[in-house]
């Protein structure tokens, strides 16, 4: 008995490698296949001459310029917006109870595919979308739609707008957790006592300390944002199209000589990520630096009831857009005839549900299936990794945290490309296995990020109880430690599931196109001009995490209710 | 003596706590001229801390309270705790981290002033309280009895119109405490600010030499005492 014990307890030593090296393995494999095609060599298409040609080629594409120039300037400007709007926001509201109501939106709402709510976005803010037709023609005086492209404008405002809409919530949850580390409310009082305004008090005193805890989050976004492609091929223009998409095209044409090309431009895509991540450190040494005088200048602040109400009302508007672009898919998909400026379909029809449905049956088992495998294996490493943690009693050091977020930071269109060449060359690729990996490299940091804390603060008096019952270990995990953290299991699991079903470049690339999912179906669709089957993909895909999420809600209550029920 | 420093009267009215249905103690009404050190006493969990936290606007949240607190003959009550200059030196330590000793210092003076001013505003007080040379220090390393002193510091160099302390030499060694609680409440009637100090030591209210406030539960609670 003891010796199995000390086997098992052994094998979960090995738990932290294991974890790691899923996810490190593909980003290494994934450079190597980038970086060596790029500098002409990838002996699949007979390029075994190693030079500077794909640079070249890719230098002397007249798109080029402007796609980098959108590139940079929409993922600065999304992850700027978002951050602004996030620390505007819990700065100016977290003593009000706006706040407690507000935040409990944000799980739902992040949970919400990005190729969903890209096209729930341009349903919306199309000229010919749901919001001109609200506002026609009494506001407007359209009675046709307008020759405006509000959606795939050239300044790439719609794709801005689409990242707002995905990162805020975001950063706003990463700014709740952090500030689950913090305790700020004994600091803000005294500064309050001081004279401080709410805002000055937080600005002052909350951020400097909380700032630190929202880089590697913070950083995350901002790579995301530089190399987005769902939402990109959605919401951004197309001549030229941000490079992320012009990757994807390259690496898709027929023409194979183009794949040594798209290489080089990946590699570019990483540079751009990883300058835009340093240049964003070195802003913030520089802002510290001058905001040190600023700190202690005595300057209390303003009553400021205007700003505080402008920017709740932007918060409020944020995610009541992100809802509402929803309720547009859910909309188009069941509508019948609907003619512009009408503001509802005038009659409702299943038909694009029963035409498309057979056909997306098979995608959205693979989504399902994808996801509920992934989650559950990111579930089982987390646990594993967690229990070891807490049996030697170590921590995750910063560095693990880095190396954990790594797959959030390496852009995905940067090294999935490069993996699916290695895959190739080992023959594993196009294979369900090899999504599975790919999604599991996305969904086990989010899994671990949601699950460590709940498991770290669990209170260690019920199993010091149970030890003293004389349970053993895995007693304790199965019969103590995992009936406690249901709550937080699920919530996890929920997160899980919730990234894989929106996962789209890793699905492209493992997948090889020979496996599809309800992201794929719904970017898909968007090539095509049917609204009502465009709104059957995207709101089948933002159905299922929503289901998700509303059972991690539920399935804790009605246990908790049953127990209730079952007391004497 | 600074510009702005005096205080004038702070008034209490018919004030006591509750949690839930349960009055803590017998309402009190109490009157302090500016220059007086009141002091409050009571066993702990007599509501001594929410006592001061709610007069100064920062409740604890499981405390309801009544009564009313009046400032120079303005109700402040219902005001938001930046808007009533009631200086609180919690029992708890309070001094801002991220920044050091006189930094903690220079962000409660009064805007306006130049930097060089403000530095030499902060280094001036830590003097006056036996702390020179300590502007460049690290909140972090700070004993229990410098700790007490910069709040003191910080909460005075608002410039306050009436100034609570609650428990502020609790946590020092007795040699030291006689010592301490001397310079400290001369600072505080040196700047003519009605102060009330909450304790459980009587010495504590001695030295103080103002009116002492027993906090008396109401009849039926403390009949099993």
């Known amino acids: 008995m003891s010796g199995g014990g000390a086997d098992r307890q052994g094998w979960l030593r090995l738990a932290p490698g294991v974890t790691l090296a899923m996810s490190l393995t593909p980003i290494g494999a994934g450079l190597i296949g980038t970086i060596l095609p790029a500098f002409g060599w990838m002996p699949a298409i007979g390029a075994v001459d190693p030079g500077l040609g794909a640079w070249v080629a890719l230098l002397a594409q007249l798109e080029l310029p402007g796609a980098v120039m959108l590139t940079v300037w929409t993922g600065l400007a999304g992850t700027g917006l978002s951050l602004a709007l996030a620390l505007g926001f819990v700065a100016t509201s977290h003593h009000r109870p706006l706040f407690r109501r507000l935040t409990g ?24 979308g749901w919001i001109a037709r609200l506002l026609s023609p009494w506001a407007t005086g359209w009675g046709v739609p307008p020759d ?48 401080y305004t709410p805002a000055k008090a937080w600005l002052k005193v909350v951020g400097p300390r909380l700032y630190p805890l929202l880089r590697l989050p913070l950083y995350a976004v901002l790579a995301y944002a530089l190399s987005v492609v769902d ?45 835009a991540i340093l240049g964003w450190a070195a802003m913030e040494t520089i802002v510290t630096r001058l905001a040190r005088p600023w700190l202690t200048d005595g300057k209390r602040g303003r009553a400021g009831a205007a700003a505080r109400r402008f920017l709740a009302a ?93 797959p959030l930071l390496a852009p995905q269109i940067a090294f999935l490309p490069g993996a699916q060449i290695v895959m190739i060359a080992a023959g594993i690729d196009g294979g369900a296995l090899a999504v599975l990996w790919c999604h599991l490299l996305y969904v086990l940091p989010y899994v671990f990020l949601s699950l460590g804390d709940a498991y770290r603060r669990l209170d260690m008096r019920h199993v010091d109880a149970a030890s003293s ?50 992201a794929i179906e719904a970017v898909n669709a968007m090539a095509g001009a049917d609204r009502r089957a465009i709104g059957v993909a995207a709101s089948l895909q933002a159905f299922l995490p929503l289901v998700a999420y509303a059972l991690a809600i539920l399935v804790p209550a009605a246990i908790g209710r049953r127990r209730v029920g079952r007391a004497p | 003596m600074s510009p702005g420093a005096t205080g004038g009267r702070l008034d209490l009215d018919k004030v006591t706590l509750w949690i839930g249905p349960r009055q803590l103690f017998e309402p009190l009404t109490l009157s302090l001229a500016a220059g007086t050190i009141a002091s409050i006493m009571g066993p702990s969990g007599s509501g001594k801390s929410a006592l001061l936290a709610w007069i100064a606007g920062v409740p604890i949240p499981a405390f309801r309270a009544t009564g009313r607190v009046v400032l120079d003959g303005r109700d402040v009550t219902d005001l938001a705790p930046e808007n009533r200059r009631i200086g609180l030196v919690a029992q708890d330590d309070r001094l801002f981290r991220h ?43 700070l004993s229990g009895g410098e700790r007490a002193r910069v709040s003191l510091l910080r909460a005075m160099l608002a410039e306050p119109l009436a100034v609570l302390l609650d428990e502020p030499f609790s946590k020092l060694d007795l040699p030291l405490r006689s010592q301490i609680r001397q310079g400290f409440l001369d600072y505080i009637r040196n700047r003519c600010v009605p102060a009330l100090i909450a304790t459980h030591d009587s010495a504590d209210a001695q030295t103080a030499g103002g009116p002492v406030h027993i906090l008396a539960g109401p009849p039926g609670i403390l009949d099993g005492f």
Not at chain 1, 117 to 122: N, V
Not at chain 1, 165 to 182: D, G, N, R
Not at chain 1, 340 to 364: C, H, I, T, Y
């Open chain 1, 105 to 128: 939106w944000l799980a739902p709402v992040l949970s919400l595919p990005h190729a969903a709510l890209a096209i729930g976005l341009a349903f919306m803010i199309a000229p010919s």
């Open chain 1, 148 to 195: 405006l492209w509000t959606d795939r404008d050239p300044l790439g405002l719609g794709l801005i707008l689409g990242l707002v809409l995905k990162e805020t919530p975001y950063l706003l949850l990463a700014i709740l957790a952090a500030l689950s580390h913090l305790d700020p409310a004994r600091d803000l009082a005294a500064a309050r006592t001081l004279g």
């Open chain 1, 231 to 275: 939402m990109a091929l959605i919401l951004a223009p197309a001549t030229p199209p941000p490079l992320s998409v012009l990757i994807l095209r390259w690496f898709h044409d027929p023409d194979l000589a183009l794949r040594l090309q798209a290489a080089a431009a990946s590699c570019l895509q990483l540079g751009l990520v990883g300058a």
């Open chain 1, 314 to 406: 932007l918060q409020v508007a944020t995610l009541g857009l992100s809802a509402a672009s929803i309720a547009a898919l859910a909309l188009w998909s069941v509508a019948g005839r609907w003619r512009f400026p009408d503001d509802l379909p005038a009659v409702l029809s299943m038909n694009a549900w029963a035409a498309q449905g057979r056909r997306l049956a098979e995608p959205a088992i693979a989504t399902l299936a994808l996801g509920l495998l992934a989650t559950a294996i990111a579930l089982a490493l987390t646990i594993a990794c967690l229990e070891n943690e807490q049996r030697r009693g170590i921590r995750l050091g910063s560095r693990g945290l880095i190396l954990l977020y790594l």
């Open chain 1, 469 to 518: 019952l004389g349970a053993g270990p895995w007693t304790i995990l199965w019969r103590v430690k995992l009936p406690l953290l249901l709550g937080p299991l699920l919530a996890a699991g929920a997160v899980g599931f919730a990234v894989s079903v929106a996962l789209y470049v890793p699905t492209v690339f493992a997948g090889g196109g020979r496996i599809s999912t309800l």
């Open chain 2, 99 to 141: 920044l050091r000793v006189g930094e903690n210092l220079e962000m409660a003076l009064p805007a306006g002033e130049p930097v060089a001013k403000r530095h030499q505003l902060a280094e001036k007080s830590l003097t006056q309280l036996g702390l020179a040379g300590f502007q460049h220090r690290d909140v972090a390393g």
